[in-house]
Every structure is written in structure tokens, then in C-alpha cells.
């Protein structure tokens, strides 16, 4: 008595110890903390002033000035060569007065300022550059900068509004090839065709708003079509990072496709501040070190990213995945077939109503979930709420896997038959604690793998089993609650393939599986609490 006695302390005080690392969290159950609604929130670094030309300002020098003509068809660079010569003497300005200009390779220097009246339009020809290396600009809020050729701020203000060169997606493409930085001041823009990332550039696209500054992706055509795309040819990998926005899409389009250096896994894609609604995948990232996803909200989309290799340190901070079809990642870190990628964090990323597997990782090094969740909805069969093959080094810490109010054990409303909270195929090197997994019908289901540490976790109401080990070696499970295992026991009657309703299911033999300290609480079967193969497994000193 006294030897059980001290087993269920043991047990208690490593679940309550593992619970109360955080004050916040209430391991058997507090949901909301994993599902909070992200915040509203708005871009509080003001954009860059956009002046315009009154006509009165000192040293201004009129185009016309020196013999440019503005009926778009005379060519008026050697004009605007000339009033750039002038204005440079004096620190000057350069003003396109009424007309519409037509102009090849010019260069403004630093102390030359650029302006333009809000009836204007410069266009520069095909195959020609108009390289604006000042800071004083003086361009209108609307598009008055055209032209098949390209405009280079980037040695100047290195800023641009999609606004001065036309609107929607064809603005925003422009804008990206003259300025790093991209600001978007309206409250809609439509992307009708791929903008393609021009390389060795770090581009920011910066809205102003989180609900806001829409971006609607319509992006119509067969496979996968894209809003963005950087695909890595030669020189320095581009970085894109997209903030403060919300994106819409009905045509089933991704928004990004980015693809860094194949060596030397250069490049780096960042999301933040965006509310996603609609579309197929959000993000399909390979080959980028130090990818994000921070204060991202999506509904109705399929998947937030997948990475298909080469794709390392990633985190997941502050993400809620509401009602996607499939879930938020399929990560696979195979890289052409051959190494791993490695390191993937995710903290306060929560995937809620998924109808897939929310989280499915494979061929990586060093996952982290913390504060994390799982939350199936109704869907297809055999699925998971983390599926997580051949990862080696991994750690589960205070999350909730779950499928939501436990209807996914109801035939008659169509609803998946099998579930799998945490499922383990040939992992290594790993540590489970203080989580609460619930609902499910198998709890954690471990196939191969070793090196396992299952410890200070509730286990609530799993149908089938809340363990079952396949071929595992090296496992200790110890300090643990399990409640209500077995609730669905009514199950075996209405699905005539299915039996359990056990603590702990072993398949085959299994190699030093330590099953002790543990709280079984519930047990509606509770011969069978340990069942199946039992050579490799030891229970000893625990409670029911």
C-alpha cells in the first residue's frame, strides 16, 4: 500500500510540475489559450511622404526648358540630360511639367531632385533605365511612371508605390523592380498574373493593415499558378518578406512560390501580420534558411505552407489555422532525395477544425512544438493531428492535440473512423511532456523509432488506445494521467473491425518500453489495460 501510495505522488507531482512551468496553462483542458483570435493590427511605421510639386519651388528645371516636347512620341532624353546637368550645379529639381514624356537611359544623381506634375507621365523606352539615385522626390499619387522599360530607385529612396505606376498586380510588379521597399496604400489590389521576384534583392511588401490592405489573388490557369514567385538562377539569393496585409482568393491560386540557393540553402521568405482567406497553399518554400510565419490568421485555405526540402530553421510563431482543408504544414526536408533539413519551431501555432493532418513532417533534425495545437475537424479517415516521420530529435511541450468534442468516432454521421493524436513513425531521440491529447482514438501510436521520453502528459477519452507501440525500443512512459480510456466503448459494437478501449496497445515485440508511475483513472476495461505483445514492456508502480 505505502509502495502505491508514493507511485501516485510520484505521478501527481510530475504532471502538476510539468502544468505549472507557465501560470497560464491548465494542462487538462484550457483550450482558448491555444485558440485566441490574432489582434487588428495596424502598420505604425508611417510611409514615406509623398510630396508633390505646387510649380513655385526654387531652382526647378522644366524639362521644356531645355527643348523636351511631351507629345509621347519625340524622344526627350537628351533634353532631360540637359536639365539634369543644370539642376546639378545648383542642388536643383527636375520637373516634368504637363506632357507625356518619352525618354531612354538617364541617371538623376543624389543632389538632383525628380519631380513630376499630377498631369504628367514618364515613360521610358524599351530595354532603357531611368536610374533616380536622389532622395527629393516629388511624384503624385497616381500612375505617372510607365513605360516598357524600368525604373531604378534603389541608390535613391529605394522606396515605391505600386499607385505611380498603375494599378493592381501590374503596379505592384513594377514597383518590386525599382524599389526594395514596396508600400501599399490603397485597400485593394487585384493580382491577375504572376509577379516574378526579381534576384538579389531583398523585397518587402508592406500594407498598412492586417484586415485592410487586401491583396485578392486571381491567378486563373491549370497547376499550381502562383501571385509570387523567386526562383534562385545565379548571385546572391533573393529575401521576400510580406507584411500587414490580408489576401483573398476564389481562384484556388498559392500566393507564394520561393525557391533560394540549391547549395547553399540561401534565401529567406517571411510572412507577417496577414489574415489568409481562401486559396490553395499559401507558401511552397525550398531551399531558404530562416523562413517565418509570425501573426498570421488563415480560414478557408488549404495549407499555410509546404516545404518541399532544403528548407531550414523555420518558425511558426503566433499562427492560427482556422477550418483549413488539410492543415498548416507538410514539411518534407528530403532535399532531391538525399539529406535533411533541420530545425523547425513552432510556438503558439494552432491548427483548429483541419479536415487532414494538421502538422506532417518528414526526413528533419530538431522539431520544437510548443504551446502548440492540433485540433481535428471532421474529415477523412487515418489521419492525424501530428504525423512526423523519420525526425530525429524532437521535442513536444505543452501543446493540445485533440479531435474536437469527439465526434470523429461517429460512423453514422460519416465522420473519420481512426484518429491519431501524435503519430511516430521511425522517430529518435525524443521528448513528449506535459501535453494534453484528447478525443483521439489512438493517442500517441509509435511505429520503429527509440530513444523516447513520454512524461507528465494527460491522456483523455481516447477511443481505441492511448499508446500503442509497434516495433519501438527505448521508451519510457512515466508520470502520466489517463482518464477515460475506453469512453467510446460503444464503438466495438457499432464498428465491427474496431476493437480496444486500452491504455497501452502493443502490436509486435517491442525493446525496453518502461511503462511506470503513471494515474489510470477510468479504465472502462480494466483487464485489458495493457494489452497485446508484451515481451519488451515493463509496468511497474502505478496506479488504477
Not at 209 to 220: H, K, L, P, Q
Given at each position: 500500500m505505502f509502495k502505491k501510495i508514493i507511485s501516485v505522488s510520484l505521478a501527481i507531482m510530475l504532471v502538476l510540475g510539468l502544468a505549472s512551468c507557465g501560470s497560464e496553462m491548465k494542462i487538462a483542458g484550457n483550450q482558448s489559450q491555444f485558440y485566441t483570435e490574432p489582434e487588428v493590427k495596424t502598420n505604425l511605421v508611417a510611409f514615406p511622404d509623398v510630396k508633390v510639386i505646387v510649380g513655385n519651388e526654387e531652382n526647378?528645371?522644366?524639362?521644356?526648358?531645355?527643348?523636351?516636347?511631351?507629345?509621347?512620341?519625340?524622344?526627350?532624353?537628351?533634353?532631360?540630360?540637359?536639365?539634369?546637368?543644370?539642376?546639378?550645379?545648383?542642388?536643383?529639381?527636375?520637373?516634368?511639367?504637363?506632357?507625356?514624356?518619352?525618354?531612354?537611359?538617364?541617371?538623376?544623381?543624389?543632389?538632383v531632385g525628380f519631380a513630376v506634375a499630377s498631369s504628367s507621365t514618364v515613360s521610358v523606352k524599351k530595354d532603357a533605365k531611368a536610374v533616380i539615385n536622389s532622395t527629393d522626390l516629388y511624384i503624385p499619387k497616381k500612375a505617372v511612371l510607365a513605360g516598357e522599360g524600368s525604373f531604378d530607385l534603389t541608390g535613391g529612396v529605394n522606396y515605391?508605390?505600386?499607385?505611380?505606376?498603375?494599378?493592381?498586380?501590374?503596379?505592384?510588379?513594377?514597383?518590386?523592380?525599382?524599389?526594395?521597399?514596396?508600400?501599399?496604400?490603397?485597400?485593394?489590389?487585384?493580382?491577375?498574373?504572376?509577379?516574378?521576384?526579381?534576384?538579389?534583392?531583398?523585397?518587402?511588401?508592406?500594407?498598412?493593415?492586417?484586415?485592410?490592405?487586401?491583396?485578392?489573388?486571381?491567378?486563373?490557369?491549370?497547376?499550381?499558378?502562383?501571385?509570387?514567385v523567386y526562383e534562385y538562377e545565379s548571385g546572391a539569393a533573393s529575401n521576400l518578406t510580406l507584411s500587414y496585409m490580408r489576401i483573398l482568393d476564389d481562384s484556388g491560386a498559392n500566393l507564394v512560390k520561393f525557391c533560394g540557393n540549391p547549395e547553399t540553402k540561401e534565401g529567406k521568405l517571411e510572412l507577417s501580420v496577414m489574415r489568409i482567406e481562401g486559396g490553395n497553399v499559401t507558401a511552397v518554400v525550398k531551399n531558404s534558411t530562416g523562413t517565418l510565419f509570425e501573426e498570421i490568421r488563415t480560414g478557408g485555405i488549404r495549407l499555410l505552407a509546404r516545404f518541399e526540402g532544403g528548407v531550414n530553421n523555420a518558425t511558426f510563431n503566433k499562427v492560427l489555422c482556422a477550418g483549413n482543408t488539410q492543415g498548416m504544414l507538410e514539411a518534407d526536408g528530403a532535399t532531391d532525395g538525399v539529406g535533411r533539413s533541420e530545425n523547425i519551431y513552432f510556438h503558439h501555432a494552432s491548427s483548429v477544425s483541419a479536415k487532414g493532418i494538421d502538422f506532417t513532417i518528414?526526413?528533419?533534425?530538431?522539431?520544437?512544438?510548443?504551446?502548440?495545437?492540433?485540433?481535428?475537424?471532421?474529415?477523412?479517415?487515418?489521419e492525424a493531428s501530428l504525423r512526423m516521420t523519420n525526425v530525429d530529435d524532437f521535442e513536444i511541450t505543452r501543446c493540445w492535440w485533440a479531435s474536437n468534442a469527439g465526434l470523429s468516432y461517429s460512423p453514422a454521421a460519416g465522420i473519420a473512423k481512426i484518429r491519431v493524436g501524435l503519430e511516430l513513425n521511425n522517430c529518435t531521440n525524443g521528448k513528449i511532456r506535459g501535453n494534453s491529447i484528447v478525443n483521439q482514438w489512438i493517442g500517441v501510436e509509435m511505429n520503429g523509432g527509440s530513444d523516447i521520453m513520454i512524461e507528465g502528459n494527460t491522456f483523455q477519452a481516447c477511443g481505441h488506445s492511448e499508446l500503442t507501440f509497434n516495433g519501438a525500443k527505448d521508451v519510457t512512459v512515466q508520470g502520466n494521467s489517463f482518464m477515460a480510456a475506453g469512453q467510446f466503448g460503444q464503438m466495438k459494437d457499432e464498428v465491427k473491425d474496431l476493437d480496444g478501449n486500452y491504455v497501452m496497445e502493443a502490436l509486435s515485440a517491442n525493446e525496453n518500453i518502461v511503462f511506470k508511475y503513471n494515474v489510470l483513472t477510468g479504465v472502462n476495461r480494466a483487464d485489458d489495460a495493457v494489452k497485446g505483445n508484451t515481451a519488451g514492456i515493463t509496468v511497474t508502480d502505478n496506479h488504477q
Open positions: 526647378l528645371f522644366d524639362v521644356k526648358s531645355y527643348g523636351a516636347v511631351g507629345d509621347n512620341k519625340t524622344d526627350d532624353t537628351a533634353a532631360v540630360n540637359a536639365a539634369i546637368e543644370a539642376a546639378s550645379a545648383v542642388n536643383g529639381i527636375v520637373y516634368f511639367s504637363n506632357g507625356k514624356y518619352l525618354i531612354g537611359n538617364v541617371t538623376f544623381p543624389a543632389n515605391a508605390y505600386p499607385e505611380w505606376f498603375g494599378l493592381g498586380g501590374a503596379g505592384i510588379a513594377k514597383a518590386i523592380i525599382a524599389a526594395d521597399k514596396v508600400y501599399l496604400m490603397k485597400t485593394s489590389y487585384s493580382i491577375t498574373e504572376t509577379i516574378v521576384i526579381p534576384q538579389s534583392r531583398n523585397i518587402e511588401i508592406i500594407g498598412s493593415c492586417n484586415t485592410s490592405t487586401i491583396i485578392r489573388t486571381e491567378v486563373y490557369g491549370k497547376g499550381e499558378v502562383y501571385g509570387f518528414s526526413n528533419y533534425d530538431d522539431i520544437t512544438f510548443f504551446h502548440s495545437s492540433g485540433d481535428l475537424g471532421a474529415g477523412g479517415t487515418n
